[in-house]
């Protein structure tokens, strides 16, 4: 069903800057973008993917190892792996939605075995499909999107969005940071897959990932939900990058003198390991790992042992002290609104996918990381690239419509006090980092936080357009400012706890809170509800 | 974060420059440098594309360290990374290696 299509046409331009005449822009080059990418020009697009570091080490997976929610497609196994997740999810996925995932990602890990990415195969002679390692997985993307005909723009940031005179999407703009110079790419449609936002918490190949996407999309006018459902913490060694949190379920956690933290696990008791953070030091040791686990993990994940081969612990015998690292909605379920099956936004012309849009639909309130997302990016990568597809085919050409920037804070001339990335970040980082805000969350809290986010974003609106050299960095701050303050308006609205937002003022689950909570808005933020599917259908059939 | 570039090993092919997702290096007439090293992330990833494993990132990843290249070169940790996922000829076995059904079945 291949269709081979032409590639997107370079244009001339001034000297020096790029420019592009394509059917369906890309941002973002991580499994979902990738995926996105090849998936559009399958359906006969010409694709341009632009990516802000380098497509095949850029994101979260290209640095980890990741479980892939791969299911045979036998009706038994499927409705327990929908059923499993459910209670944790907080009863606010869909199953129609998750059906399809499930048969979406079998097609794609499948394509990717046909593909030659070295499944291992089980002692039974059965190819096991349920995991994927990062950088071999992402090598083997970039090299299909290539092959695909996709022209990929590496180091090439997305300042802005291009739109219309009637408001729908035309391209997108902005820089090459190894070049010192800008891209412009006219397209027809649009599709954001730039990942969801840590906040530069290191959290494990996570420091691209900080919200670009969702500003740019908040901008022209795209809706967000279930950012309430956006506060993970990893577990990693305290000094370490290298956040594995799967693999501390062997872990035993202890206080300085050596005694138990009560409750403390990686899974169901990591608020304990939390509030034990706050009074001091936590040890984590691997000790419940027999040899036979001790060696599956070596041969799963090199990269886990990276920090401890090089300081010399050994960490099945030995205690090393952990952090929890924010992973936000990386690892949370909020992100753009998608409102059909293709993965389209409320914008005309504009996709989401992967971590960039909500996971709701198939997590609900809770991911474990890996796993579900990693299926959502498969999935919603191929449907957000064909959606793209056919919408640019319906649509004329690009280059005859008009198309203006539609970026706003550090691109718009304000007053003459210069923009300070660095120290916006880091003010960002003071009101979503600490436990007390964002892990326990409650009403007070949050408010005072939410007034003193507000500020921030008051005074960085007005703030002169930033230097040339700090573009970036002034629109990362100023998305993971929007982040945080579409978080905690979201976190305010939902008075009650379910998946992984907990509210100490109303610890239970409270049926009257069983919707979605939609966020959008920059200078003015605002939340509404929305019902389930499977509610609004019941409703319309009475 | 990234500590080391060995100038005996580089050959200057720039493939760090290039695939550092958070743009740390910089071309230069000669061996690329660490130009921003407060941007490394500590993702190891510049290592394991490195061909000639001239490269090295500390695990630490908040604060720079004194590294003894010298001694680091006798040791086994110079290029581990990329030995262990099976990217050099030596190892290319280990490239279909994982045992994550094992650890955490379906």
Same mark, same amino acid.
């Given at each position: 069903?291949?269709?081979?299509?032409?590639?997107?046409?370079?244009?001339?331009?001034?000297?020096? /800057?790029?420019?592009?005449?394509?059917?369906?822009?890309?941002?973002?080059?991580?499994?979902?973008?990738?995926?996105?990418?090849?998936?559009?020009? =399958?359906?006969?697009?010409?694709?341009v993917?632009?990516?802000?570091?380098?497509?095949?080490? *850029?994101?979260?997976?290209?640095?980890?190892?990741?479980?892939?929610?791969?299911?045979?497609?036998?009706?038994?196994?499927?409705?327990?792996?929908?059923?499993? $997740?459910?209670?944790?999810?907080?009863?606010?996925?869909?199953?129609?939605? %998750?059906?399809?995932?499930?048969?979406?990602?079998?097609?794609?890990?499948?394509?990717l075995?046909?593909?030659?990415?070295?499944?291992?195969?089980?002692?039974?002679?059965?190819?096991?499909r349920?995991?994927? =390692?990062?950088?071999?997985?992402?090598?083997?993307?970039?090299?299909?999107?290539?092959? @695909? #005909?996709?022209?990929i723009l590496?180091? /090439?940031p997305?300042?802005?969005?291009?739109?219309?005179?009637?408001?729908?999407v035309?391209?997108?703009?902005?820089?090459?940071?190894?070049?010192?110079?800008r891209?412009?790419?006219?397209?027809?449609?649009?599709?954001?897959?730039? #990942?969801?936002?840590?906040?530069?918490?290191?959290?494990?190949?996570?420091?691209?990932?900080?919200?670009?996407?969702?500003?740019?999309?908040?901008?022209?006018?795209?809706?967000?939900?279930?950012?309430e459902?956006?506060?993970?913490?990893?577990?990693?060694?305290?000094?370490?990058?290298?956040?594995?949190?799967?693999?501390?379920?062997?872990?035993?956690?202890?206080?300085?003198?050596?005694?138990?933290?009560?409750?403390?696990?990686?899974?169901?008791?990591?608020?304990a390991?939390?509030?034990?953070?706050?009074?001091?030091?936590?040890?984590?040791?691997?000790?419940k790992?027999?040899?036979?686990?001790?060696? *599956? %993990?070596?041969?799963?994940?090199?990269?886990?042992?990276?920090?401890?081969?090089?300081?010399?612990?050994?960490?099945?015998?030995?205690?090393?002290?952990?952090?929890?690292?924010?992973?936000?909605?990386?690892?949370?379920?909020?992100?753009?609104?998608?409102?059909?099956?293709?993965?389209?936004?409320?914008?005309?012309?504009?996709?989401?996918?992967?971590?960039?849009?909500? $996971?709701?639909?198939?997590?609900?309130?809770?991911?474990?990381?890996?796993?579900?997302?990693?299926?959502?990016?498969? /999935?919603?990568?191929?449907?957000?690239g =064909?959606?793209?597809?056919d919408? !640019?085919?319906?649509?004329?050409?690009?280059?005859s419509?008009? @198309?203006?920037?539609?970026?706003?804070?550090?691109? $718009?001339?304000?007053?003459?006090?210069?923009?300070?990335?660095?120290?916006?970040?880091?003010a960002? =980082?003071?009101?979503?980092?600490?436990?007390?805000?964002?892990?326990?969350?409650?009403?007070?809290?949050?408010?005072?936080?939410?007034?003193?986010?507000?500020a921030?974003?008051?005074?960085?609106?007005r703030?002169?357009?930033?230097?040339?050299?700090?573009?970036?960095?002034?629109?990362?701050?100023?998305? %993971?400012?929007?982040?945080?303050?579409?978080?905690?308006?979201?976190?305010?609205?939902?008075?009650?706890?379910?998946?992984?937002?907990?509210?100490?003022?109303?610890?239970?689950?409270?049926?009257?809170?069983?919707?979605?909570?939609?966020?959008?808005?920059?200078?003015?933020?605002?939340t509404?509800?929305?019902?389930?599917?499977?509610?609004?259908?019941?409703?319309? !059939?009475? | 974060?990234?500590e080391?570039?060995?100038?005996?090993?580089?050959?200057?092919?720039?493939?760090?420059?290039?695939?550092?997702?958070?743009?740390?290096?910089?071309?230069? &007439?000669?061996?690329?440098?660490?130009?921003?090293?407060?941007?490394?992330?500590?993702?190891?990833?510049? &290592?394991?594309?490195?061909?000639?494993?001239?490269?090295?990132?500390?695990?630490?990843?908040?604060?720079?360290?004194r590294?003894?290249?010298?001694?680091?070169?006798?040791?086994?940790?110079?290029?581990?990374?990329?030995?262990?996922?099976?990217w050099?000829?030596?190892?290319?076995?280990?490239?279909?290696?994982?045992?994550s059904?094992?650890?955490?079945?379906?």
């Amino acid at each position: 069903m291949t269709i081979r299509s032409g590639r997107a046409e370079r244009l001339s331009s001034a000297a020096g /800057s790029l420019s592009f005449d394509a059917d369906v822009l890309v941002l973002g080059g991580g499994p979902a973008g990738t995926w996105a990418s090849v998936s559009a020009a =399958q359906h006969g697009a010409r694709v341009v993917l632009a990516d802000k570091g380098f497509c095949g080490t *850029s994101g979260a997976t290209a640095a980890a190892g990741t479980g892939v929610w791969y299911v045979d497609p036998d009706p038994h196994q499927r409705e327990a792996a929908m059923a499993t $997740r459910e209670k944790q999810g907080g009863y606010l996925q869909d199953r129609r939605w %998750m059906a399809r995932v499930l048969d979406r990602t079998y097609a794609q890990s499948n394509q990717l075995a046909d593909w030659g990415y070295p499944y291992p195969t089980d002692e039974n002679g059965k190819s096991q499909r349920n995991s994927l =390692q990062g950088p071999e997985y992402m090598r083997l993307m970039r090299k299909r999107a290539k092959q @695909a #005909g996709v022209t990929i723009l590496d180091h /090439s940031p997305a300042l802005e969005l291009l739109v219309d005179e009637s408001g729908a999407v035309a391209g997108a703009a902005g820089i090459q940071r190894q070049k010192k110079d800008r891209w412009t790419v006219r397209a027809k449609a649009v599709v954001i897959a730039t #990942g969801g936002c840590a906040f530069l918490s290191k959290t494990l190949g996570s420091n691209v990932l900080t919200g670009d996407g969702y500003l740019l999309a908040a901008e022209v006018g795209a809706e967000l939900s279930s950012m309430e459902f956006s506060n993970p913490y990893a577990i990693s060694p305290a000094f370490g990058s290298v956040t594995k949190t799967l693999f501390y379920g062997w872990a035993s956690f202890s206080y300085q003198d050596g005694s138990r933290v009560p409750g403390a696990a990686s899974k169901g008791g990591r608020s304990a390991i939390a509030r034990a953070l706050r009074q001091g030091p936590v040890y984590a040791q691997l000790d419940k790992a027999d040899t036979d686990v001790q060696q *599956s %993990m070596r041969a799963s994940q090199p990269n886990f042992f990276l920090p401890f081969d090089r300081t010399g612990i050994d960490p099945f015998t030995e205690r090393f002290p952990v952090t929890l690292r924010l992973e936000g909605t990386v690892r949370g379920t909020g992100g753009l609104r998608i409102v059909d099956d293709s993965c389209a936004t409320t914008v005309p012309g504009l996709y989401a996918a992967g971590d960039a849009a909500t $996971r709701e639909l198939i997590c609900g309130g809770f991911t474990g990381g890996g796993s579900h997302n990693a299926a959502w990016a498969m /999935s919603s990568g191929y449907w957000a690239g =064909q959606g793209a597809a056919d919408y !640019a085919r319906q649509s004329g050409r690009a280059a005859s419509r008009s @198309a203006s920037g539609a970026g706003t804070v550090a691109l $718009r001339k304000g007053s003459d006090r210069p923009f300070e990335p660095g120290v916006l970040a880091r003010a960002v =980082q003071d009101e979503v980092f600490p436990y007390e805000l964002n892990y326990f969350r409650e009403a007070g809290r949050l408010d005072q936080s939410l007034r003193r986010l507000n500020a921030l974003w008051t005074a960085a609106s007005r703030a002169d357009i930033a230097a040339e050299q700090d573009l970036l960095r002034a629109r990362e701050a100023a998305a %993971m400012l929007a982040t945080a303050r579409w978080m905690y308006r979201s976190a305010l609205a939902r008075q009650e706890s379910r998946g992984m937002h907990r509210r100490e003022d109303f610890p239970e689950l409270d049926d009257r809170f069983h919707h979605y909570v939609t966020a959008g808005g920059l200078d003015e933020v605002w939340t509404s509800t929305r019902p389930l599917a499977a509610a609004a259908y019941a409703e319309a !059939a009475e | 974060m990234i500590e080391v570039i060995d100038q005996e090993r580089c050959t200057s092919c720039d493939i760090c420059v290039n695939v550092c997702p958070t743009n740390v290096f910089d071309k230069t &007439e000669g061996i690329p440098v660490v130009a921003r090293q407060g941007d490394c992330q500590t993702c190891f990833l510049c &290592e394991l594309y490195c061909p000639e494993d001239a490269l090295f990132v500390s695990p630490y990843a908040d604060s720079a360290q004194r590294v003894d290249v010298a001694a680091l070169k006798q040791g086994p940790l110079m290029g581990s990374y990329r030995r262990a996922v099976g990217w050099t000829d030596g190892s290319y076995h280990l490239r279909s290696a994982d045992r994550s059904y094992r650890l955490f079945g379906h």
